[in-house]
């Protein structure tokens, strides 16, 4: 019997990971799947992620992100699962840290008003789905692609009492683990996890996308111009 693999992948964790400032965001997760576990039988993937807003800076975000929920819609095995931003003012210390009656340091630093923004869910909704479906048969192992330490208690969950094997893909590319020592996988995660992917190479990224055009039932489209 084949056993049934679903990948559960942090899509904020592995678009500031792995393809943020690259020419790789038009990015096909199954394809990168198949190509980090080849003789995988890949059940489902559940692709994790938060719908981006426009900001003044940057109004069309929510454009280009929503080709490429598009893309990702063709894959067949593939769900979105979706979170949320929540953004309020807050004072917070100015950096580098100012004093307003420097050089004395017996009062706080000067604050200054700044814009928080905050995704909410989308770890919450991994731990969860990841607990439930192996819980119940959903599937007979699982692959989290993430970094995010908050997902331990999660994966420690699933290989302790549900008996099932969970190997962590670390979403971050391998120059940038190279490089600063803050990229490298979890040691909470590295503690639970059946197994470890430490980093993935921009090789792989780069034979893993989208062809430039594709076609779904809303008509052909393609791949952001600033892509």
Sequence with gaps: MTLRTNIYVDGFNLYYGAVRNTPYKWLNIA???????PNTNIHRIKYF???????????????????????????PNLEIIKGHFVRWPRLMPQFPLAYPDFPKYDKPPQRVMV?????KGSDVNLATLLVFDCFSDGCDNAVVVSNDSDLALAVETVTTKCGKE?????PHRTDLVRKYKRCKVSEDL?????????????KVLEN????????DHQGIFSKPDSW
């Design 49 to 75: 992620t938060t719908i981006v807003k426009a900001s003044l800076h940057d109004p069309q975000a929510p454009t280009r992100q929503d080709f490429y929920l598009r893309a990702l819609k063709t894959i």
């Design 31 to 37: 394809t990168l799947c198949h190509i980090l576990f």
């Design 166 to 170: 969970v190997i962590i893909v670390n």
């Design 190 to 202: 590295k503690k639970v996890a059946s197994s470890f992917i430490p980093s993935i190479n921009a």
């Design 115 to 119: 814009q928080r923004t905050e995704e």
């Design 208 to 215: 893993s996308q989208f062809p430039p055009t594709l076609e």
